[in-house]
């Protein structure tokens, strides 16, 4: 056998199939790319709230700033809501506590995040306290982010 005839030791007996593997990533990778570049992407859903997380303190300060402050030990804080938002059109407010999301109680935006994951158009059961220990139960829908923001 001249050099370029000879089987590789290493190889004998083994199926050549793991090395095929990367080769059919990377083919199916570039096809993705090239005809499909939707589907690479990052899709993020936007609700249009900012979001803040409660502890013993800040529960404290804002109650001692404002009394009608909802009884809460747990929940996410709504400091604000854009304008026109999907959180908005659910009817979200200035300073409501999301307590439930997704029909899961919360007490993080880590939880609303992973409840929420990259699911859009899909509707999102949320329980919210507001003033004066008012319950209210809002429906929010996520759009896709705007990938400039």
């Given at each position: ?72 030990s747990r929940g996410v804080l709504i400091p604000m809501v854009t304008p026109g938002s999907p959180a908005d059109r659910a009817g979200f407010r ?56």
């Amino acid at each position: 056998m001249a050099g370029g005839d000879r089987l590789n030791p290493m190889l004998m007996g083994r199926s050549l199939e793991p090395l095929s593997a990367p080769l059919f990533w990377l083919r199916t990778r570039l096809w993705l790319n090239t005809f499909h570049p939707k589907a690479m992407r990052v899709v993020r859903p936007w609700l249009g709230w900012k979001m803040l997380d409660l502890n013993d303190m800040i529960v404290a300060h804002l109650k001692e700033r404002n009394a009608s402050f909802p009884d809460v030990s747990r929940g996410v804080l709504i400091p604000m809501v854009t304008p026109g938002s999907p959180a908005d059109r659910a009817g979200f407010r200035r300073g409501d506590v999301v307590v439930e999301f997704g029909g899961k109680p919360i007490g993080s935006i880590k939880e609303v995040i992973d409840i929420m994951g990259d699911k859009i158009g899909k509707p999102f059961k949320a329980v919210v306290k507001r003033a004066n220990n008012v319950t209210v139960n809002l429906t929010v829908i996520p759009e896709e982010a705007n990938p400039d923001m």
